[in-house]
């Protein structure tokens, strides 16, 4: 049973312009996503949290978007840049549950010089 | 600082055979989780480790095993392989359990054969 879903396998953008990643939930025990990049032949890197308290946090190009009530979360990263090309997945974690979190299948982003 | 290593980076094991991968977190983290990435289906939680004890663990079979020592460098093992087990083994540490982000490692390429 997937908790965590990321439905585009894959995503094309320009360079400069947004790259928006989605991500939707069941559960609504969850109440911290995680944001995760990944190249090939390394593990994934942290890329940026939101707390079930917030609607939104940013960090340079880089902004998350919670909508609790759609149990849904997005990725925003503006602008684009050919180094973002990686494969992003999103995790979640239910309070009280430790490090146990739940990743999506993710998505693979590229951006096109 | 070193970051999360995992060895050995590639593994090839026959049917039935048992396997044993190993992680020694970042220096001073204490909690160490398992994760097995395979196409298609994300990143899945094996279990967690925090001061020598099991913390969580996911749905896998018993034949999912793993420890932590108390320098907390952690070991996974699986016994009786079979040919599903081929995967990425990921592991990742964190500073605490409950720290809600890991710092993942490279990750072992397990292929069962």
């Known amino acids: 049973d997937q908790q965590v879903k990321q439905n585009s396998p894959s995503l094309s953008v320009q360079e400069g312009r947004i790259s928006i990643l989605n991500c939707d939930y069941t559960n609504s025990m969850f109440d911290y996503f995680l944001w995760y990049k990944k190249y090939p032949a390394e593990g994934p890197t942290f890329l940026i949290s939101?707390?079930?308290?917030?609607d939104k946090n940013e960090d340079g190009r880089f902004t998350v978007f919670l909508n609790k009530s759609a149990k849904h979360l997005s990725l925003h990263i503006v602008p684009s840049q050919p180094g973002d090309s990686a494969v992003y997945f999103c995790a979640a974690s239910a309070l009280g549950t430790g490090n146990q979190f739940y990743f999506g299948t993710g998505t693979s982003l590229t951006v096109i010089p | 600082k070193a970051g999360v290593t995992q060895t050995p980076r590639y593994l090839i094991k026959t049917r039935g055979q048992q396997v044993t991968l190993s992680c020694s977190p970042i220096?001073?983290?204490?909690?160490v989780s398992w994760y097995q990435q395979t196409p298609g289906q994300g990143l899945q939680f094996l279990f967690e480790y925090f001061s020598e004890t099991q913390r969580n663990k996911g749905n896998f079979p018993g034949r999912f095993s793993g420890r932590q020592f108390s320098n907390s460098r952690s070991e996974m093992n699986v016994s009786t392989l079979e040919l599903g087990d081929s995967a990425l083994y990921l592991c990742?540490?964190?500073?605490?359990?409950?720290?809600?982000?890991?710092?993942f490692g490279s990750g072992t390429r397990l292929t069962v054969v």
């Open positions: 220096s001073g983290h204490r909690s």
């Open positions: 939101i707390s079930s308290i917030k």
């Open positions: 990742a540490s964190s500073p605490s359990t409950g720290d809600y982000g890991y710092t």
